[in-house]
């Protein structure tokens, strides 16, 4: 796994698709997660989504609603990530694609970029949340957009700050890039890692 030290003639600078996580990755995280399992009665070991589907109807519903709730007060506060905006702006004026794939319903995450002035560069078929496809760590998102870009798999770069973003870009033949993360975080997991956006755009969109 790379450092991310570079710059001009970094592999990244001829990076054209990029996907990109949210929380976490272009946003400060905020999201207590052991708080929502209490809350919702999920056990520490259980993944919060995966536990929701399996519920009946009936109690997934309220768990649902309630999270979604949580999920939008928290969005309303949303703080863009060091250096975030400039990358994103600076990949969108020289013409890349760009694409957002979060855990996250697709409404909040629609109104997090609105919050973090990031809206303006993504439709809706510009972000995929966890009613789109099969959550991250799965594939099925990073494969929607390289289907829709037309784009050979190892050309398309997933960028997220926890292991299913790795894992998500990998699975579909990505290339993956950790931020916001100790650079042995994932071990084997990144092909490249910065310690935060501002890093990646130092190496990736000059």
């Known amino acids: 796994m790379s450092d991310g030290r570079g710059g001009q003639g970094h592999p990244l600078n001829a990076a054209r698709h990029w996907v990109f996580d949210m929380d976490g990755t272009l946003t400060i995280a905020v999201h207590d997660f052991a708080a929502i399992r209490r809350t919702l009665d999920i056990a520490a070991h259980e993944d919060i989504l995966e536990h929701l589907d399996a519920l009946p109807e009936a109690e997934q519903q309220p768990k649902r609603a309630w999270l979604f709730e949580h999920e939008r007060a928290?969005?309303?506060?949303?703080?863009?990530?060091?250096?975030?905006?400039?990358?994103?702006?600076?990949?969108?004026?020289?013409?890349?694609?760009?694409?957002?794939?979060?855990?996250?319903?697709?409404?909040?995450a629609k109104l997090t970029l609105d919050v973090v002035g990031l809206g303006d560069l993504f439709g809706d078929a510009d972000i995929i949340g966890r009613d789109e496809t099969a959550p991250k760590p799965a594939p099925d998102g990073v494969a929607y957009f390289i289907q829709r870009w037309q784009a050979a798999p190892e050309t398309v770069v997933m960028v997220g700050d926890h292991q299913f973003?790795?894992?998500?870009?990998?699975?579909?033949?990505?290339?993956?890039?950790?931020?916001?993360?100790?650079?042995?975080?994932?071990?084997?997991?990144?092909?490249?890692?910065?310690?935060?956006?501002?890093?990646?755009?130092?190496?990736?969109?000059?």
């Open 74 to 108: 928290l969005a309303r506060g949303s703080v863009a990530a060091p250096g975030a905006v400039a990358l994103l702006r600076a990949l969108h004026a020289r013409g890349d694609r760009l694409g957002i794939l979060t855990r996250n319903d697709h409404a909040i």
């Open 165 to 206: 973003d790795l894992q998500a870009g990998r699975a579909a033949g990505a290339r993956a890039v950790l931020v916001n993360m100790p650079p042995d975080a994932w071990p084997g997991l990144a092909d490249w890692h910065f310690d935060d956006c501002s890093a990646l755009h130092a190496a990736a969109a000059r």
